[in-house]
């Protein structure tokens, strides 16, 4: 009798012996940990045949790791975050997560939508911030789909209910991570609602392109080709206008050092910030496709992070408030500047800022946003 898995078997030899034949990343499930309620927390890996995977986990639908060879081929976890699920339970950090229902600040947590007014619960001084006290990173999202291939993905899913920390409307919401052989890894927002609302959904996971514990990012050097900044008042909400980059510290359009100018005593926003903690105005709209809001390279490792978005705002955060009380998954502790984070949105505070465009979301209509990390290294030392 003929062996019915010969022909299956020859196919997969012949796929890895072919020159240019295609690799395929996988995705392999697991639990992480569980909810103080009980409720187990499941982790997806997406790993590409380059040495490139990231392990998303359902709490917060939150990035747990992204491992990534620097220029020489060792491989390090780029993404700060904990082990276990005890960390993330211990402090809310934002590490790695899904961020909403509005990502960023909303001055006093009050906005007026159809002429009626809504409050929202605030937990950042008198402001309400990344969805309020119980934001979309506070909660259980479930798995939805499972995918292996050229590129292997995980979505999850969550309903936020009408009237959730204050806001309007049944939100559904759907994060795909999709990672590729080419070391791309992709993230969909995606959002509906039955009744008329804001929406700003965005990603925080915390970069150290030289490895999660190794120290400073003050030497990597940052590029973001925008022109100008939506400068802040004492709570950091928008005032309303628009600041030109040029001939400040803000100005990334050249690839500079994190922290040439982080100390420029003369900044208002510095001061107030702790260090850079604003909205870098990529365009007026958000545009059709993603294109290029970011670069970041590392001289010691190598690595190059390049984000690509369709969103206008491009929040810049340099890991300010890290006061060396967390210790992280290598054990070391995280300090002032251990990490920097690139959030695609729409501006803080649009909602009530009609200059900044809208960020209203009603019934038959889809937000989404899309972010591209893509992967790479220099091959060049320092």
Known sequence: MKNPHRHLMLSLACALLLPGAAL??????????????????????LQNGHGTSVTVIS????????LTPDRDGHVADVALGYNTMDGYLSKRQ???ATVGRFANRIDKGQFTLDGVRHQLTLNDGPNSLHGGTEGLDTRLWKITAVAQGPTASVTFSDVSPDGDQGYPGRLTVTVTYSLSEDNQLTIDHRATTDKTTIVNLS???YWNLDGEGSGTVMDQRLTIPADEITPVDDTLIPAGAFLAVAGTPYDFRQAKAIGKDIRDGRSAQLMTGKGYDMNWVISRAKSARPRLVAQVESPDSGRVLRLYSDQ???QFYSGNFLDGTTVGKSGHTYRQGDAFVLEPQFF????????FGSAVLRPGQVYENRMVYRFSTDKVGK
């Open 203 to 205: 990603n925080h996971t």
């Open 59 to 66: 709490y917060g639908a939150r990035v747990q790791s992204l």
């Open 94 to 96: 934002f590490f790695g």
């Open 348 to 355: 803080p505070d649009t909602p009530n800022h009609p200059e």
């Open 312 to 314: 206008p705002g491009l």
């Open 24 to 45: 395929a990343t996988s995705a392999t499930r697991s639990n992480f940990g569980a909810m103080p309620d009980g409720r187990t927390v499941e982790a997806v890996k």
